[in-house]
């Protein structure tokens, strides 16, 4: 599994540690930075993590900032792209198996390091049930091609 990274000056100290679960769990990943503690605007890489999961092979996106909500936002307005902002385990498993996210959204100023390991892990483990979800799910996009 292929998963893209990013993450504003908010978030890099839980993206850094997100990388080293990733490493321990042989996870492919490509960070899309921000790289350092500079302050940058999430939108700029909740956008550009959307589009690599949307367009470029990747299976999954990780992303962090402050609370998870701005650059999770973001990601959203790409075409196609489901990301929740989650801070529980029961959450980071049903945006998987009901809404299919492709993308998780963290907040390093909501939970700590070790909570936020168990909510990736339990997004990267958890498949879609497709089914009747495939159906609401269906209804998103329809609601997406409709009015965006
Ligand atoms: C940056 O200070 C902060 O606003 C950002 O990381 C995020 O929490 C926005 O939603």
């Known amino acids: 599994m292929k998963i893209a990274l990013g993450c504003d000056h908010g978030g890099i100290n839980l ?4 990388k080293k679960f990733l490493e321990e769990n042989n996870y492919d990943y490509e960070d ?4 350092n503690n500079e302050s940058v605007d999430y939108p700029d890489y909740g956008k550009k993590v959307a ?3 949307r367009d470029n092979d990747f299976d999954r996106g990780i ?8 650059i999770s936002l973001a990601a959203n307005k790409v075409k196609g792209i489901r990301a929740a902002v989650v801070s529980d385990v029961f959450s980071a498993k049903m945006c998987r198996a009901h809404n299919n996210c492709q993308i998780l959204s963290l907040g390093e100023r909501v939970v700590g390091k070790g909570l936020a390991l168990e909510l990736v892990n339990a ?3 958890t498949d879609f049930e497709g089914d009747r979800h495939k159906r609401r799910v269906d209804k998103l996009i329809e609601i997406e091609e409709n009015n965006l």
């Open 15 to 18: 993206k850094e540690e997100i």
């Open 123 to 125: 997004f990267l483990t």
């Open 51 to 53: 589009l690599e999961v």
């Open 32 to 35: 899309f930075g921000t790289y």
């Open 63 to 70: 992303l962090v900032c402050g609370t998870g909500i701005g």
